[in-house]
């Protein structure tokens, strides 16, 4: 069932069979959002994902998903947003995949870390992926960590000039996804992990480029690697 975004104050159930969780309060039979956000009903418990600092997923946005679930023909993925991600059995794999005869969890199970691709969000926020093309795959090595998806411009930089920075000092191997998570591997990773913190924190303010470069420059040269 498609989330529905609520105003606070607005009406999400009626019926004290419900229990108001997160974002939400009881006004005598009713259970009001309290915050702007996706009305979550699960059992009887009725809550709202804030949408202030969430991931929203846009058609060709390049993500890190993570598998949560195996079905039949297709895998579910999380990708650090209020809705979830989809992954049908043709987008895998450049090679068709007999159902009749394979288990999808052959490619892809519960845990795998996928960089993939957002190919279709519908009208009630289904989004579709893929792990055709250029640089898309599992992930097998290295380190994801995650950061405020709005923050993410920020760390790309203009032309992508942060990130070629971060690599040339460091020697990582970057991918940085839309939804806020970045795989790093090989070179000085705990170098890497400071720098992107610290854009993070400081992702506001100007002269972060300047302030960035500076402290590669003398954590670069410490670990010999300016």
Known sequence: MAKKIVTPGET??????????DGTYRSGPEIRAEILGLADIRDRLVKVIPLSGRYMPKRD???IA????VRYNMWELD???PYDAMMLAGEATDRFIDLRKEKLSKYFSVGDALICKIIRVDETMSVFVTAKGPGLRKITDGKIIEVEPSKIPRIIGKNASMIKMIKEYTG???FVGQNGRIWLDGGNQELAVKVIREIEKKAHTDG???TIKEILEKEGEKHGEA
């Open 12 to 21: 999400i159930v009626e019926g004290m069979d419900y229990l108001p969780g």
């Open 61 to 63: 946005d390049p993500v």
């Open 66 to 69: 993570i598998v949560t679930g």
């Open 79 to 81: 990708i650090n947003s």
């Open 172 to 174: 990582v191997k970057m």
């Open 208 to 210: 972060l480029t300047d």
